[in-house]
C-alpha cells in the first residue's frame, strides 16, 4: 500500500491551499482516510478524517470551518482544501489510511493515529503572516 501526498507549498496568511492524497495497492473505497500534521518541536496531530463511505467528517476544533476533507473514490484519492490559513497552520502534513475495512476493527475514534496502519510522507504546508 502507498500514499502520495501533494500540494504543499508556501502561502500568505488568509490564502488557501488544496492536498491530494493518492493512494494505490488496496480497494481505497474500504477504508476511512485521515489527515495529520506535525509542526516544529510538536507532536503529531489530528486535523480532519472521512469514513469509508464519505458520508462522515471529523475535524479537529482548530480547523473546524476552515478546512474541508473530501473524497474520490474513483480516483483513490482523499484531499484536504484548507482555507483562511493561519501561521499556526505551519507543518508537515500527512495523509493516512485506516488499518481496517468499513466499520470493523478498533474502535477508538478516527482522530486516534493508532487508527492508521498506513502513512503518506508528508507534504509541507508554510503559512507566512
Known amino acids: 500500500v502507498q500514499l502520495q501526498a501533494s500540494g504543499g507549498g508556501l502561502v500568505q496568511a488568509g490564502g488557501s491551499l488544496k492536498l491530494s492524497c493518492v493512494v494505490s495497492?488496496?480497494?481505497?473505497?474500504?477504508?476511512?482516510m485521515g489527515w495529520f500534521r506535525q509542526a516544529p518541536g510538536k507532536e503529531r496531530e489530528f486535523v480532519a478524517a472521512i469514513s469509508w463511505s464519505g458520508g462522515t467528517t471529523y475535524y479537529a476544533d482548530s480547523v473546524k470551518d476552515r478546512f474541508t476533507i473530501s473524497r474520490d473514490n474513483a480516483k483513490s484519492t482523499v484531499y484536504l482544501q484548507m482555507s483562511s490559513l493561519k501561521s499556526e497552520d505551519t507543518a508537515v502534513y500527512y495523509c493516512?489510511?485506516?488499518?481496517?475495512?468499513?466499520?470493523?476493527?478498533?474502535?477508538?475514534?478516527?482522530?486516534?493515529?493508532?487508527?492508521?496502519?498506513?502513512w503518506g510522507q508528508g507534504t509541507q504546508v508554510t503559512v507566512s503572516s
Open positions: 493516512a489510511g485506516r488499518s481496517s475495512p468499513g466499520s470493523s476493527g478498533s474502535s477508538r475514534p478516527l482522530s486516534d493515529e493508532r487508527q492508521y496502519g498506513y
Open positions: 495497492g488496496r480497494t481505497f473505497s474500504r477504508y476511512a
